[in-house]
């Protein structure tokens, strides 16, 4: 049973296309048969506690600046070929620079930086009129099309003219920033591919450049962004350092729009494959803002995240080395029974939602989460309105991304 488990479980971290169709009967089986799972030196946590307790942690027992030499990668690193192996080191060092891959105290040192634009009070102030323009803009362009429309090109254009907004990005430069954060996303995690690690080595070369070139407008004043005039500030009185700046901007241009991408896109998917929360969305839209925190616990867009054991205990019996590779799997913990009544039933009244971790617990939680919540609110209330007949177009869905990343690769949609 153990072994089969581990087969699927290996499938869905290679992104095999077919297990990434429906990961969920993998991950819930893993749950209820092999909660605490060791693989080699890696263990794979995926009851509800667990995973709360793990993303949760402030360096007490889990590190996640530790992750960058942990045995798996240490283990996947000697299969790679010598130049592989130099461009794997590359990509690892970038991204365990970024403020999601660090430890306290300079967690907590970037983290103070990046906050303020991201209060509800700024959000509310200076981008909810944004946000409900550009949904108006996309939407009417989705109008302006004739039988089928991919979804998943609205879903992936919304967030990111957002925080092109957010940032300052011209409209002609988003479609490049969006293509250096697919190969960015594709390789998150990977442990397996030279030529997906090549390739992210030189999306962040160009997505870097780009960031520099975001940062000297900002010093000249062609630009009026407050995200990026408070990172410019914090580096300007060494509050931190210029890779930090460009770090911090980059995993913005990343984890700003992918994340919402695809609880737009597979959110969507969902209520379209379950009909009956499509009508009671439609029947009273205002009810946008409970709906996505279902959705973001149906669906969960990140479905696991990597830490590494900084000490030696004991969980549910099974023994956890000091510098083992803990990987919790979010997606699993979200369709706990122990914590959700029928798991695995989309309920758009569920009265508990909000007990979702996919937008993390304590002090790792999603720093853009208020903006996530904003745009999807925005964006469902939008669709529910205006399009209650909309229907899936496709009997279907082909699947892509990484294990982690999974998002589907089109999502055809009729609107009337």
Not at 179 to 201: C, E, L, M, P
Not at 383 to 410: C, H, K, N
Request: with cysteine; net charge negative.
């Amino acid at each position: 049973m153990v072994s089969s488990i581990l087969d699927r479980v290996g499938r869905i971290l290679a992104a095999d296309p077919s297990a990434l169709a429906d990961p969920f009967v993998t991950w819930n089986e893993l749950r209820d048969t092999a909660p605490v799972l060791r693989w080699g030196s890696t263990v794979l946590l995926s009851r509800h506690d667990d995973v709360r307790e793990l993303v949760g942690d402030n360096n007490v027992v889990y590190s996640r600046a530790a992750t960058r030499h942990a045995q798996r990668y240490e283990d996947a690193r000697l299969q790679f070929s010598s130049a592989d192996r130099d461009a794997f080191d590359e990509v690892l060092d970038i991204e365990f620079a970024q403020l999601v891959r660090l430890d306290p105290p300079d967690h907590q040192r970037l983290r103070r930086t990046l906050q303020p634009p991201f209060s509800m009070r700024r959000l509310d102030d200076e981008m909810r009129s944004v946000v409900v323009r550009r949904v108006d803009e996309m939407l009417a362009e989705a109008d302006a099309e004739t039988g089928t429309v991919d979804f998943k090109r609205i879903a992936y254009l919304l967030p990111l003219r957002v925080l092109g907004d957010l940032l300052g990005i011209p409209l002609p430069d988003l479609p490049q920033v969006q293509q250096w954060a697919q190969t960015i996303a594709a390789n998150k995690f990977n442990v397996d591919s030279g030529d997906r690690v090549h390739a992210a080595v030189d999306a962040y070369s160009g997505l870097h450049a780009y960031i520099e070139r975001l940062i000297e407008a900002e010093r000249r004043g062609d630009s009026n962004t407050g995200l990026v005039a408070a990172i410019v500030e914090a580096e300007d009185t060494d509050h931190v350092t210029h890779d930090e700046a460009v770090g911090m901007l980059a995993l913005m241009l990343f984890a700003g729009h992918e994340t919402t991408t695809n609880l737009l896109a597979i959110g969507t998917l969902e209520l379209l494959r379950h009909h009956d929360q499509w009508e009671v969305l439609c029947s009273d839209p205002t009810g946008a803002a409970s709906a996505v925190e279902e959705l973001l616990r149906f669906v969960t867009p990140v479905h696991y995240l990597q830490y590494v054991a900084t000490t030696t205990r004991t969980i549910r019996g099974a023994r956890i080395q000091e510098g083992d590779t803990m990987i919790g799997v979010v997606a699993a913990a979200n369709r706990d029974p122990a914590v959700f009544e029928d798991p695995d039933r989309l309920n758009l009244g569920r009265p508990n939602s909000k007990d979702h971790l996919s937008l993390g617990f304590g002090p790792h939680f999603c720093i853009g989460a208020g903006l996530a919540r904003m745009e999807a609110t925005i964006a469902f209330e939008a669709l529910s309105t205006r399009y209650p007949d909309m229907s899936l177009d496709a009997d279907e869905i082909t699947w892509g991304g990484s294990g982690s990343f999974r998002t589907p690769v089109r999502v055809p949609i009729r609107l009337q």
